[in-house]
């Protein structure tokens, strides 16, 4: 399972920070991260981080979002969005893929981006 916290509502230019905790079969577990939906859109990866330390981020969040250095557990993940834009609004889905290709999701968590 995948617990997810934080989103919300915040005006351009602010920030917000999400949070995902896994439980179960943690040691499974070889890339935890983040998608987002925005409506009328498919599902886009944000960013994650390898069981091995190595982190992907979206073109579009690059310098903006960032996967904290010290959140090195392959349990958890936090998402620190700084620079927010309204593109950026979207309900955000928290994920982890095991070593042998099954993914896994959490409920997603709305950030609204609007000033």
């Known amino acids: 399972q995948l617990q997810a916290s934080g989103g919300g509502s915040v005006q351009p230019g602010g920030s917000l920070r999400l949070s995902c905790a896994a439980s179960g079969r943690t040691s499974s577990i070889n890339t935890i991260g983040w998608y987002r939906q925005a409506p009328g859109k498919q599902r886009e990866l944000v960013a994650d981080?390898?069981?091995?330390?190595?982190?992907?981020y979206a073109d579009s969040v690059k310098g903006r979002f960032t996967i904290p250095r010290d959140d090195d557990a392959k349990d958890t993940v936090s998402l620190q969005m700084n620079s927010l834009k309204p593109e950026d609004t979207a309900v955000y889905y928290c994920?982890?893929?095991?070593?042998?290709?099954?993914?896994?999701w959490g409920q997603g968590t709305q950030v609204t981006v609007s000033s």
């Open positions: 981080k390898t069981s091995a330390g190595k982190t992907n």
């Open positions: 994920y982890a893929r095991t070593y042998w290709g099954i993914t896994n």
